[in-house]
Structure formats: structure tokens, C-alpha cells
């Protein structure tokens, strides 16, 4: 006689995994904090460098920002249609996109189209990875899991600081160029760890429910 009996997941296993699920969607949150900081450290050198006027500096600076606003604006658009997870995939690989070209830009207008490109991912994850860990997360740990992506945020901006004084002590050629460099990393390693997160089931949920009333 088969037993049909499953052995089911310890709970604590569970939970392990969903708080996993969460630390990985809120290291959005400390890619938000770096970038929006790291330029405090470059703007300086970014104007010498090429002689910026002082509007062309400001524009330069700022224009992440201008990526931001839109990115919050829009971002939930794809993460509705395309799924939470391929949204956040693609909010990792502007933040790998816009370090890799901020830091090797040759000139201040290729900089600030990958700048404002990383504004877009930081725009879009402020709505999408807090949708993502709540839709996963346990209603009594719901708040809980959902504030580390605020707390990645500030953890983000004291590391881009900290970042900023090390390689400014350091003093090497073209110092701002490993400024925002440095961000290729933690941008790349989130990337990775997106690949392997699963897709909401709320999303999947939803996503089926209009398949259906299409047949």
C-alpha cells in the first residue's frame, strides 16, 4: 500500500527562507542608499575634470534623481505585468548598467545617461522589492521584514560615505571613477541572487486568474 503522506517543511525552515527571500529583495534598498550617495564624493572632481559650468554640473549631479522620480512613478507597471521577480532582475542589471558606464564614461553626457539609468532602477525598487517582500512574507512578520529595505537604505548611504573617505585617503588617479565603481560589485552580486529568488505568489496568483478570464 503507497503512502501518500508528504513530509512537510519544518516551519522554522520556513521561515528561514522567507526572511532569506527578504534580506535578498531589501539589498535593493542598500544599492537605493549607495547610489543616491556615492556622487557626494565625485561631484567635485566630476567638474574639474571636464570643466562643467556650474548648470552642467548641477544637471549632472541631479539627473539620478530625475531617474528616481519616474522609476517610482512607473516602476510598478512591469512588475505588474512581467512578474516581481523579472522586475527586480531588471532593476539589478540598470544598477550594474549604470555603474559599469558612470565609471568609465568618457564624457559628461554618457555620464549622465548612465546615471539617470540608475535613478530609474532606484525609482523602481523603492515600489517594487517593499511590494515583493510583503506579498511573501508572513502577515505577523510582514512589517518587520518589509522595514529592512528602509534599513538597507541607510546602511547603503553610511557605506557609500565610508567608501568615499577610503579611496579618497587613498588618493588614486581618477579617484571618482572608483567611487562609483565600486558599486559594480554589490550591484553584480544582487543580479546573481535575483536569478534565484521564486516569483510572488500573489503576482502568480493574480496572473492567473486574468489567463483565465481571457479563455
Not at 35 to 41: K, L, P, R
Not at 106 to 135: K, N
Amino acid at each position: 500500500m503507497l503512502d501518500y503522506r508528504l513530509d512537510p517543511i519544518p516551519m522554522a525552515s520556513q521561515h528561514a527562507y522567507v526572511r532569506f527571500l527578504s534580506i535578498t529583495a531589501a539589498l535593493g534598498g542598500f544599492l537605493f542608499g549607495f547610489d543616491t550617495a556615492v556622487i557626494s564624493g565625485a561631484e567635485r572632481e566630476i567638474q574639474l575634470v571636464w570643466q562643467l559650468d556650474d548648470w552642467t554640473h548641477g544637471l549632472a549631479v541631479a539627473i539620478a534623481l530625475y531617474g528616481t522620480v519616474l522609476g517610482a512613478l512607473f516602476g510598478g507597471i512591469p512588475a505588474d505585468l512581467l512578474g516581481r521577480k523579472k522586475a527586480l532582475l531588471a532593476i539589478g542589471l540598470l544598477y550594474l548598467l549604470s555603474a559599469t558606464g558612470s565609471a568609465f564614461a568618457p564624457e559628461v553626457y554618457s555620464f549622465m545617461f548612465f546615471r539617470f539609468l540608475g535613478g530609474l532602477g532606484v525609482g523602481a525598487s523603492s515600489v517594487v522589492a517593499p511590494m515583493y517582500i510583503a506579498e511573501i512574507a508572513p502577515a505577523r512578520q510582514r512589517g518587520q521584514l518589509v522595514a529592512m529595505y528602509q534599513f538597507n537604505i541607510v546602511l547603503g548611504i553610511l557605506v557609500a560615505y565610508f567608501s568615499n573617505y577610503l579611496i579618497g585617503t587613498a588618493a588614486p588617479p581618477s579617484a571618482w571613477r572608483w567611487m562609483l565603481g565600486v558599486e559594480i560589485l554589490p550591484a553584480f552580486f544582487y543580479t546573481l541572487l535575483m536569478v534565484r529568488i521564486p516569483e510572488s505568489p500573489r503576482w502568480l496568483l493574480a496572473s492567473a486568474r486574468t489567463s483565465l478570464r481571457h479563455v
